[in-house]
């Protein structure tokens, strides 16, 4: 169970272009759902938490309209990348908590997206 | 603010030995809790134990425990029996009551050798 599914796993855009990422709680509900950014050989960077049916909360430094949320239901949260860079390629990552679970219940989290924009 | 130091970039240890990794971290909650996560090549993130830091007794699960020592702010985690399927990333990270969102140190990259 708590299984979370991230599509693409890899993703290849030209500079210019967006691209979407999904992040789905395949078995459970989830109101919140974190997405992260990882560098190689680097820690997880929490970019921002996504709340169903409401705005999402960026943390200092992300762009919010260079890094588009939306959690439209409580299955699924997206991430778009918008105007893709090269600086923007990298591995990002996505994680949900269960509604049935309290604050701190452990994360779920993606197999995570590797980006490459060319 | 949350902060999780893990000094150890880089661990290595025989297959059946044991390993310890070090992990400190500093929060001023008096509510949290902490975790060890492994990512294999895979990248895919896996929760290894998890400590209430309202718990004096340290987290155990097979072969993965924890020495939580609160007053230090540290928080290893020790593998016994190591496996070749144990190589992975570690991260330690924190969670606290009020921020609601885990904060992860920069990780431990273990080798287990035959």
């Known amino acids: 169970g708590a299984v979370v599914s991230q599509h693409p796993s890899w993703v290849i855009c030209k500079s210019g272009t967006s691209v979407k990422i999904e992040c789905r709680s395949l078995?459970?509900?989830?109101?919140?759902m974190f997405w992260y950014r990882q560098f190689p050989k680097q820690s997880l960077m929490l970019m921002a938490t996504?709340?169903?049916?409401?705005?999402?909360?960026?943390e200092q430094g992300v762009e919010k309209d260079k890094f588009l949320i939306n959690h439209a239901s409580l299955t699924l949260s997206t991430l778009t990348v918008t105007s893709a860079h090269p600086e923007d390629s990298s591995f990002y990552i996505c994680?949900?908590?269960?509604?049935?679970?309290?604050?701190?219940?452990?994360?779920?989290f993606g197999n995570g997206t590797r980006l490459t924009v060319t | 603010a949350q902060t999780v130091t893990q000094s150890q970039p880089e661990m290595s240890v025989q297959e059946a030995e044991t390993v310890t990794l070090s992990c400190t971290y500093d929060t001023s909650e008096s509510d949290y809790y902490l975790f060890w996560y492994k990512q294999p090549p895979s990248r895919q993130m896996i929760l290894v134990i998890r400590q209430e830091a309202y718990k004096q007794q340290n987290a155990t699960e097979n072969r993965f425990s924890v020495n939580f020592q609160k007053a230090a702010k540290s928080f290893s985690l020790k593998i016994s029996d190591s496996q070749l399927g144990d190589a992975a990333m570690y991260f330690c990270a924190s969670l606290s009551g009020t921020a609601s969102k885990l904060t992860f140190g920069t990780g431990t990259r273990l080798q287990v050798t035959l």
């Open positions: 994680s949900a908590r269960n509604l049935q679970g309290a604050y701190n219940s452990p994360l779920h």
């Open positions: 078995d459970f509900q989830a109101t919140t």
């Open positions: 996504s709340n169903e049916g409401s705005k999402a909360t960026y």
